[in-house]
């Protein structure tokens, strides 16, 4: 309980003083650089600093650009060297380093990326956490220009400000240690070494431009700040939030998303392939790379998937009652079964399963009889190379498939098709790239293409184009 309230408390004496060396209009986010490593090491680039011992509140010394400060683990206790020099005072930490005078350009680097504002050094589990404290928008201009990209069209800059503001202040205060990562895992975040990107200017002037901005959104009671989710490409459509995580939000509900094809616009005539497969893409895998990702799932899950070998896919669009389909036509349960059973996987982990680029997808099979099927979505696809196949027409008729020229499709008696046996490829042919919630940024960057402002953008993305006042973009 001691340990508790003790870390309670420092973390308290951190935001006073971070908040007494910035301005006090401005939030503060916490961004873990690096944690589970023994030594930590950063230099000075810009302004003044001071390190001092938060828990006896003991100032170690001035900081000037240049200087090198290294903090190893000793034991329960931190060991400081600067240029080289270790002070043989062992501290108990954290260990920070608060610029002097904020009106400067404050800059340190670490791991040969710069970062602007504050950094802390801290003891978590044995080893050391470094996290920078960093006002909230310096912190966005190391974050749009990195998500959106930085020759992006302004009103699509514009709109990622204002998300990414929304989303990180969302997060602020919700983590004992620290509020937010570097990677996409939150929002990627290149420190002030992104402010030195080829265009960066367009983001910066982005941020600039909608300082202090957050989407609020109000239900029945009070407006609150808008979990602001949002993904690189929808493919055509977003999706219900439920359908995909677990809470039914108002203002993350699916949109249509034709922009999305903008990506493709844009791939061809940049030559930058990755563009366009971020809005359509496909993957294959023999049936032995099937067994292998199953078994590389069971590794990192506590839901191991035991089917023996691999047999069968069925794949489901179910939305969250279960009774109804998905809006985006998104894939939400995937039926694996194999020589000793079965097992269902659900929702953004078959991505994580297959490494898929998003769960849009359709499945077919392929290898040399050629079997394929689409399953769930109402397309219909031939069937080809399939000798001695016999087909029951509507009025009861048996034909032969060769005779068949045109197109038909393979559906279960519970209506939905399959993916069998027999097969020796199977073909994942997806759209869109990411989790498909909020905001998708090619279809940002498509609206702002066709004359759209980043107000517009945000209120089609997080309320439908209601424009019922609910959703507001107001200052925090």
Known sequence: MQKIFRLILVVLIIFMLLSSASSKETPEMRVCLAQDVTSVSYRI???????????????????????????NLAGSNLNVE??????????????????????????????????????????????LLAVNHVGIENYLYGVVGREMGAGAHEEALK????????????????????????????????????????????AIQAVDETQGEVIYYRGNGDKEIIQAFFH????GYTEDSENVWNESLPYLKGVPSPEDEYAVEYGDKTGQVWASESYRWEKIFSLAEIEDA???????????????????????????????????????????IG????ANVYRDNIRTLFGLKSTKFNVTGGGSKRIVIESGSGERRR?????????????GFVVDSNDRKEPFQVVTRDGNTALKGGSEQIIFKGYGYGHGVGMSQWGAQGMAANGANYREIIEHYYNQDKRDGKLTVDSY
Not at 383 to 395: D, Q, R, V
Request: net charge positive; aromatic share 8%.
């Open 45 to 71: 680039q810009s302004g003044c600093y001071e390190l001092r011992d938060i828990a006896t509140n003991w100032s170690i010394g001035k900081l000037r650009p240049g200087d090198i400060v290294t903090i």
């Open 294 to 336: 199953i078994g590389k799932y069971n590794e990192r899950t506590a839901s191991p998937i035991n089917i023996g070998s691999f047999q069968e896919m069925r794949i489901y669009r179910e939305g969250r009652d279960g009774k109804s389909s998905t809006v985006s036509n998104r894939v939400t349960r995937i039926e694996l």
């Open 339 to 342: 020589t000793k059973g079965k």
């Open 383 to 395: 069937l080809e190379g399939t000798a001695g196949l016999k087909i029951i027409g509507a009025g």
């Open 232 to 235: 690189s490409n929808a493919g």
């Open 159 to 202: 709109a990622q400000a204002v998300v990414s503001r929304t989303y990180a202040l969302a997060l602020c205060g919700t983590g004992l240690k620290y509020d937010l990562g570097t990677n996409t895992s939150t929002q990627v975040y290149g420190g002030y070494s992104a402010e030195m990107d080829f265009g960066a200017e367009k």
């Open 82 to 127: 600067v240029n080289g020099e270790q002070d043989n005072i062992p501290f108990s930490g954290p260990l920070v380093a608060l610029p002097q005078d904020k009106s400067d350009k404050n800059v340190f680097s670490f791991k040969n990326i710069q970062y602007r504002d504050g950094i802390t050094v801290s003891i978590d589990n044995r080893c």
